[in-house]
């Protein structure tokens, strides 16, 4: 069984408008999971929808709560990309648990979006990965102690 939780970011950014006004809507992942046919057992728990840049030590202590106690090990969350490696660092205080972050760089509601491979890599990597806290994005798995966002490139690092 693995636990998703959503959070917002832009992954589930939904509205646009000329002044470049995106909104979080629904969780993205619940219809892409229907569509794709995915055979593993999951529950889907939205704990909040806002911006990443929003996110406060409040936010984080909510997800933390909503995980120490789960009876289920394997946890995914989407998040937005600002602060996802602050919200990964916050959670290596749980062990006992593979907890994978994903994002998108991009509204998953458009077409050259980075979500669905995303979501796609994550899910996996949760289902493979030992016990530990991982961001997952751009294809890699990374320790969020030795990532970093390039906003220039607009993907995901090691800082080794």
């Known amino acids: 069984m693995i636990e998703i939780i959503t959070t917002g970011g832009t992954i589930d950014k939904i509205y646009y408008d000329n002044k470049n006004d995106y909104q979080v809507g629904d969780p993205f992942i619940v219809d892409l999971l ?3 046919n995915f055979s593993v057992d999951y529950s889907v728990n939205s704990l909040m929808r806002i911006d990443s840049l929003d996110m406060t030590i409040r936010e984080r ?4 709560e909503h995980i120490k106690d789960l009876a289920t090990e394997k946890i995914l969350i989407t998040h937005g990309t600002d602060t996802i490696i602050d919200t990964a660092l916050y959670l290596k205080k749980i062990k006992n648990k593979t907890i994978v972050l994903t994002g998108s760089l991009k509204p998953a509601l458009f077409i050259d979006n980075d979500a669905t491979f995303n979501i796609g890599c994550a899910l996996t990597a949760v289902q493979t990965l030992e016990k530990g806290i ?5 294809g890699r798995i990374f320790n969020p102690e030795k990532v970093t ?4 490139k607009n993907i995901f690092e090691s800082k080794d």
């Open 34 to 36: 229907k569509k794709m």
């Open 61 to 64: 202590n909510q997800i933390y």
């Open 134 to 138: 991982y961001i997952v994005m751009n």
């Open 149 to 152: 966002k390039n906003i220039e």
